[in-house]
């Protein structure tokens, strides 16, 4: 079926009021690669519209539940009513592996300030206090992290000022998060604010040198489904040292100690690129863009560790790895692309995922014809080189800008800027860059951020995809369209997809999904059925 998505975008306006429609118009892009190298221009990190059922997530999700959440032993405290609580735990499949039985893990805690009413009325910092009091008594932690919601910062509660004195009495590091879920236009901003966190408060804190030789951190890596498992088991194979990643299975130690890294290696460049580029200014560690999601992708990300390093033996343990790895995956690869190839996929996730998942498509034949962020900015969509030009508006103004300069004493350039650029002369050895979704997108593929919940089923019923990818809130309603729906948010129960174990995985899942008889059977309702379900006797 061929569709014209300049004429089905046209459609999908249609039903808009026009001011809306007009902010659609730049929130849905048809992709195209220009002459001059750009991509078109599109609207990102602004508000979504009241009603139009977007599939965001707010700014103490992407604070709490994203970027600290993950590592094992910062205890979190929530001050906040319950829901905010209950909503944030356990439901990002978000795997740690304490190293003893004894080990701190407080992953699996939900703890909340639960405040009443009357906490709203005359002020809830009493009450925060004594929750951080007894969690303290109870599981005597290095670290408490208090995350402020919606009604603290209406009503004005301290929580830095709290902090501060709890710090204080107790002897341990707390800090606190002014990530109250309005405070930005999605969990992107909670990132930002986590990251300015983390930056303040516990990188730095530790100087334990390890004597390994080739040290990075795996920022914007959370262990989702295992994925953080398989990378480590990698990168350890390769004789790589993995001193901390940000955040899956972390602990405050190994956050604390990241800055003896030589080299940070950026994943998620959404929800992290901001510790990278605090992290280089203040103690010179470089950052690269990696892509470890797809296994060609995975081959290249680790290669251009080994050139990074300039080291033979690392380089040959490396290709070693690779081959091993790569002769599984092929196996595999080669029958799940005989039954998925020509086959079409459509991606929606946060900040990341819409991009990185469409190499593993690739490498089983598999097309993605549209695809967007829930929350991505401009440089996301179309690489790093807009970032000058961004403007900066009321909401973006909501949120620190640390001005960070070098260390005094700890500043150590790990490169010079002739290294950098010797290495940056060799393909595809680029620092401090992204090149973002849409370069690496078709022309002619649709791009829509923020897509509402009626863009959705448009687009589902003018394309019909083999496959849409989305997480829980899309999930059923898509399948009863008879289309089916992965969840590239927790994986379903599924997973680790990352590396070369994950790429089977994902192959194998995708295949089973994809060839399913049973989506026959659903009439999706652009269909009108052609026969009266039989009826069933009731006896
Ligand atoms: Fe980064 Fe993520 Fe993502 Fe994200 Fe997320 Fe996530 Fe995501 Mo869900 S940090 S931006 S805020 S890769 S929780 S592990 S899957 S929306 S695409």
Not at 367 to 380: L, W
């Amino acid at each position: 079926m061929s569709i014209d998505p300049r004429v089905l975008k046209e459609e999908i306006l249609q039903i808009y009021p026009k001011k809306l429609r007009q902010k659609r118009s730049e929130q849905i892009i048809i992709n195209e690669h220009r002459e001059d190298g750009t991509v078109p221009e599109i609207k990102a990190n602004v508000r979504s519209n009241p009603g139009i059922i977007t599939q965001r997530g707010c700014t103490y999700a992407g604070c709490k539940g994203v970027v600290i959440g993950p590592s094992r032993d910062i205890l979190s405290l929530v001050h906040g009513p319950i829901g905010c609580s209950f909503y944030a735990w356990l439901t990002r499949r978000n795997q740690t592996r304490p190293d003893t039985l004894e080990a701190q893990n407080f992953i699996n805690y939900c703890l909340s300030t639960d405040m009443q009413e009357e906490n709203i009325v005359f002020g809830g910092e009493k009450k925060l206090k004594e929750a951080v009091r007894e969690a303290f008594h109870l599981f005597h932690p290095k670290a408490i992290a208090i995350f402020s919601t919606c009604p603290v910062g209406l009503i004005g509660d301290d929580v830095h000022a709290v902090a501060r004195e709890m710090k204080a009495e107790l002897g341990i590091n707390i800090f606190g998060f002014s990530c109250e879920g309005y405070r930005g236009v999605s969990q992107s901003a909670g990132h930002h604010i986590a990251n300015n966190g983390l930056f303040k408060h516990i990188i730095g804190n530790d100087e334990t040198p390890h004597p390994e030789k080739f040290k990075i951190n795996l920022l914007g890596e959370y262990n989702i489904g295992g994925d953080g498992f398989v990378l480590e088991d990698i990168l350890t194979r390769c004789g790589i040292k993995q001193i901390s990643t940000f955040s899956g299975n972390s602990t405050y130690d190994t956050m604390a100690n990241s800055h003896t890294a030589d080299l940070n290696l950026v994943m998620c460049h959404r929800s992290i690129n901001y510790v990278a580029e605090m992290m280089e200014k203040r103690f010179g560690i470089p950052w690269m863009k990696v892509n470890f999601i797809g296994a060609t992708a995975t081959a290249k990300s680790l290669r251009r560790i080994g050139e990074y390093f300039e080291d033979d033996g690392l380089k040959a343990r490396i290709e070693e790895v690779i081959a091993e790895e790569m002769a599984k995956v092929e196996v595999v690869q080669a029958l799940v692309k005989s039954r998925c190839q020509g086959k079409t996929a459509m991606l929606f996730v946060g900040g990341s995922r819409a991009h990185h998942y469409q190499q593993l498509f690739t490498e089983i034949g598999m097309k993605t014809v549209v695809a967007g962020y829930e929350f991505g900015h401009r440089d996301d969509y179309e690489g790093r080189k807009v970032l000058p030009g961004l403007k900066v508006d009321a909401d973006s103004k909501n949120i620190e800008e640390i001005d960070v300069v070098p260390d005094p004493e700890r500043y150590r350039p790990r490169r010079t800027p002739e290294q950098i650029a010797k290495l940056e002369a060799m393909t595809e050895m680029e620092f401090r860059d992204y090149v973002g979704m849409m370069p690496e997108m078709d022309s002619d593929a649709m791009v829509i951020d923020d897509i509402s919940h009626y863009e959705t089923e448009r687009i589902l019923e003018a394309y019909r995809p083999d496959i849409f990818c989305a997480g829980i809130k899309e999930k059923f309603g898509v399948q009863k369209m008879g289309i089916p729906c992965k969840q590239l948010h927790s994986y379903d129960y599924g997973g680790p997809y990352a590396g070369f174990a994950g790429a089977i995985n994902f192959f194998n899942d995708i295949d089973r999904l994809v060839n399913m008889k049973i989506w026959r059977y659903a009439t999706p309702p652009w269909q009108p059925p052609t026969q009266q379900p039989e009826q069933v006797a009731a006896d």
